[in-house]
């Protein structure tokens, strides 16, 4: 068998890191186990899905390091990849199950529907349809056809047990009566999730559904229509929520959220990707740090918890020094080129690439390489007010310190004298201060450091 899995997102914005870590968990699946990854979207709803929030997905699932076999851009065997342009199928499909008794018209109206809500809740009983129009009189449908009264299409939920083997959370049982009739095409035509998606993954013979759990309850719906249809359902896997520090639903009041905020802040693509595995997963008990390729080779969804997980941002500017780190100078700087620009400032590439040592350790993001090497390529450098109150109290003597002590450096080598600037720093009690203005943590270093020629 081959391993099929995809990423169906309904993008109505910048794509969120709990989904790029569904997206991302689905790639790692089926590249784990040489298979292929399908990319579809859901946009059925146009007053939500914008051309622009698509194409920002597909640049963000790029930019992360995550390519797909199948898509809406690339096509494939089972093209179109986008519901909007598969209504045709939908309907089919949905007339398919009419005509099989799996599924029925139903002629009740939104009002009628929500007394009956009310009702049942007034009872102390869970609300949810209750198959009035599934047992219709041939006389009763005829007189609402007579009365040209609307109808939307009904999937008949068989009655029985249904249990979801979840590759996450285990066995998940579901009582019969408890998953009610459920609406597969509106009275206006249009599909509903609970179709679609259920009819896509059978015909594009999807074998693992990863997702939020949130759509749990889903599940027993899906797989009841793709039976009816005649297919296997596939194995689902539903991944617990992330979450903020605070235990609640990450959110814009945590902070960056998407992507592509990420990306504009400078973290890369290789420190997000291994942080979002991080998320819910872990190769074991010691292994933090993980390429693409290791992850891929190490990926397994038994090794995913059914907790939920929490972000830490300052763990991921930790992760995202490390991998700074670990980047040559001629990566580097090209990585830093884009923000320094943006500020302005157009280094030359050579001098630039010499000043990497200077920043390497002190970046947990790329932006910071403005405020940190700023003074290389422009005269007008305006000291942050941590930088001027340190000039203020010991400018001077330290500079008068750091002449004579150059005076005194012998052989005159850029070893000897970054030892003498550091000895002078750490007899004057400075805290660790950078060329651009940045005071650090470090205490009794000096931030100077020489750029060889």
Not at 160 to 171: I, S
Request: charged content about 30%.
């Amino acid at each position: 068998m081959t391993v099929r899995t995809r990423f169906a997102p309904a993008p109505s914005g910048s794509i969120h890191v709990g989904n790029a870590r569904t997206a991302l968990f689905s790639w790692l699946t089926a590249r784990h186990h040489g298979g292929q990854f399908v990319l579809r979207v859901e946009d059925t709803d146009a007053s939500r899905v914008t051309e622009e929030a698509v194409h920002g997905l597909i640049e963000s699932l790029r930019w992360l390091g995550i390519d797909w076999d199948e898509g809406p851009d690339v096509g494939g065997p089972h093209a179109p990849y986008r519901q909007s342009q598969r209504l045709d199928v939908y309907h089919d499909h949905a007339e398919r199950l009419v005509s099989d008794g799996r599924a029925y018209r139903c002629y009740c109206t939104p009002e009628e529907l929500e007394e009956r809500r009310k009702t049942a809740l007034a009872r102390g009983e869970a609300p949810g349809y209750d198959g009035r129009c599934r047992s219709l009189t041939d006389e009763e449908r005829a007189a609402f056809e007579a009365e040209g009264r609307p109808f939307a299409l009904r999937f008949a939920m068989p009655e029985r047990d249904v249990t979801v083997r979840d590759l996450v959370k285990g066995e998940v049982h579901f009582a019969a009566g408890s998953v009610r009739d459920f609406v597969i095409l509106r009275s206006d035509g249009s599909p509903t999730f609970l179709l679609a998606v259920a009819v896509d993954d059978w015909l594009m013979q999807i074998t693992h559904v990863i997702r939020g759990d949130d759509l749990l309850a889903a599940a027993p719906r899906n797989m009841a229509v793709i039976e009816a249809l005649g297919g296997t359902p596939p194995g689902y896997a539903h991944l617990p929520q992330v979450l903020g520090q605070d235990g609640k639903p990450l959110s814009k009041r945590h902070g960056s959220t998407s992507v592509e905020a990420f990306r504009e802040q400078g973290f890369l693509p290789e420190a997000l990707m291994n942080y979002l595995a991080l998320l819910g997963w872990s190769k074991d008990e010691k292994t933090t740090f993980l390429s693409r390729e290791e992850l891929i080779a190490s990926f397994d969804l038994a090794r995913v918890s059914s907790n939920p997980a929490a972000f830490d941002p300052q763990k991921l500017e930790w992760m995202n020094n490390h991998y700074i780190q670990s980047l040559d100078d001629d990566d580097l700087a090209a990585r830093c080129m884009r923000f320094l620009a943006e500020d302005g400032l157009l280094p030359d590439p050579q001098v630039l690439r010499r000043a990497m040592p200077l920043v390497r350790e002190r970046m947990k993001r790329l932006t910071e390489v403005t405020e940190l090497l700023r003074f290389l390529f422009t005269d007008d450098v305006k000291p942050n007010e941590k930088a001027a109150e340190l000039i203020a109290q010991a400018g001077a003597d330290y500079m008068r310190r750091a002449a004579d002590a150059l005076e005194r450096v012998e052989p005159w080598t850029s070893e000897r004298i970054q030892e003498a600037l550091d000895q002078v720093a750490k007899e004057a009690g400075l805290n660790r201060a950078g060329p651009g203005g940045h005071v650090g943590s470090a205490p009794g270093r000096c931030g100077w450091r020489l750029i060889p020629s």
